[in-house]
């Protein structure tokens, strides 16, 4: 049995919508999982999207999306990339002066084309999890100590005009005093814009970063406490008259998805005992890339448990989808359940490896 479960019900967005200040608009990270149904379900509550190719802007646009709701961000896009973005109207935002020169050139209308600038701060960002890269060297956005030379070579093209900002720097976060800790800095390299280089900001993208519970000792993230800090960090921040936007892409889809697959067999090695899965690193690669495991049950077997190395079918001892505590009695046959395995979890995976099957994917409303 390969399944992947997933549910594309609007609660989890209204329930994030409603806890957030007005002046902080909702965008939804498709790269965490780009499936139809639940890209129609944001479409229909309002949501705005956070693209990051070509595909993932004719996905949204499939879905119903439009561009006027839709900021694109990569730290290489292609020519295909910008072009995608510019014909469906999204808001750009640029990774480096290479992107607005192509923008320049790309951009035909009278109207300079507005776009925001992703910068890496040089401090005040701590990551638990290092996904998107804290403080240090990064492939994305422009280093925070060269913004000021970029702003002034970006001034020097006619047909772009910076008008917005990008920081996310962090990912992954239960502490919503560390999320708000983040935000800070995004506003304080926003005023710095604002007061060197006289830019009136219109949007301030604070990125995404939810975090989820993967392990049952971790707290949920208490999103109220997340929604009233940002309600003070605009009202700290007088000078800036534009919009927040959030675009977390974890929090909303993890929870909706659950991943299945079967025992093939049990055994013990030098004192590790593994459970070999049918499906491994070709369906969840995430434990892999992070060292963390996604919360495993057991289905129809409990009593007491031992700790389990979990192995996939793939002909590399990389193929580990993590660890989980289960039943000691497990055997071939046991269906082990994957939860939070709607975001980045098939999706991300290298399922042509090995030719192995892939699994079903099943929606439910
Ligand atoms: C630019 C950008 N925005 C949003 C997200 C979504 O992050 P998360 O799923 O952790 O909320 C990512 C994730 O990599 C990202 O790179």
């Known amino acids: 049995m390969l399944r992947v479960l997933a549910g594309h019900g609007p609660e989890r967005y209204r329930r994030l919508r409603a806890a957030l200040p007005a002046r902080v608009r909702l965008a939804y990270a498709v790269k965490s999982n780009p499936g139809a149904p639940l890209l129609e379900t944001f479409v229909r509550e309002g949501a705005w999207f956070d693209c990051a190719s070509a595909g993932e802007i004719s996905a949204v646009l499939g879905a119903g999306g439009t561009g006027s709701a839709m900021?694109?961000?990569?730290?290489?896009?292609?020519?295909?990339?910008?072009?995608?973005?510019?014909?469906?109207?999204?808001?750009?935002?640029?990774?480096?002066?290479?992107?607005?020169a192509r923008l320049n050139e790309l951009h035909t209308e009278e109207a300079p084309l507005r776009v925001s600038v992703r910068v890496h701060p040089a401090s005040g960002i701590v990551e638990g999890t290092s996904i998107i890269g804290g403080s240090g060297p990064s492939a994305?956005?422009?280093d925070e100590e060269q913004l000021d030379e970029f702003l002034q070579m970006a001034a020097a093209y006619d047909g772009v005009l910076i008008t917005g900002l990008q920081v996310f720097a962090a990912s992954n976060e239960l502490d919503p005093g560390q999320l708000l800790a983040n935000h800070r800095t995004a506003l304080r390299i926003a005023q710095g814009m604002h007061e060197r280089h006289g830019i009136d900001l219109e949007l301030i993208d604070i990125g995404g970063g939810l975090g989820v519970r993967y392990a049952a000792n971790e707290p949920s993230l208490d999103i109220h406490a997340l929604g009233s800090g940002?309600?003070?960090?605009?009202?700290?921040?007088?000078?800036?008259?534009?919009?927040?936007?959030?675009?977390?892409?974890?929090?909303?889809?993890?929870?909706?998805?659950?991943?299945?697959?079967?025992?093939?067999?049990?055994k013990e090695s030098r004192g590790v005992r593994f459970a070999?899965?049918?499906?491994?690193?070709?369906?969840?690669?995430?434990?892999?890339?992070?060292?963390?495991?996604?919360?495993?049950?057991?289905?129809?077997?409990?009593?007491?448990?031992?700790?389990?190395?979990?192995?996939?079918?793939?002909?590399?001892?990389?193929?580990?989808?993590?660890?989980?505590?289960?039943?000691?009695?497990?055997?071939?046959?046991?269906?082990?359940?994957f939860g939070q395995t709607g975001a980045y979890a098939y999706t991300q995976a290298m399922s042509h490896f090995l030719s192995h099957p892939v699994p079903d994917q099943h929606w439910w409303d």
């Not at 694109?72 to 480096?96: E, I």
Request: net charge negative; charged share 20%.
């Open 230 to 266: 940002l309600g003070r960090l605009l009202d700290a921040n007088p000078w800036f008259a534009g919009e927040l936007l959030l675009e977390p892409g974890r929090w909303l889809s993890a929870p909706v998805g659950i991943y299945l697959t079967r025992v093939v067999r049990v």
């Open 71 to 100: 900021v694109v961000a990569g730290p290489a896009k292609t020519h295909r990339d910008l072009q995608a973005a510019l014909y469906a109207g999204a808001r750009v935002q640029v990774d480096g002066i290479e992107d607005v």
């Open 140 to 142: 994305f956005g422009v």
């Open 276 to 337: 070999m899965l049918e499906g491994g690193i070709n369906h969840l690669l995430r434990p892999l890339l992070t060292g963390q495991s996604f919360p495993v049950t057991a289905l129809d077997r409990e009593g007491d448990t031992t700790s389990y190395t979990l192995a996939g079918p793939l002909c590399t001892s990389l193929d580990r989808v993590g660890t989980a505590e289960l039943p000691v009695d497990l055997q071939a046959g046991d269906v082990l359940a």
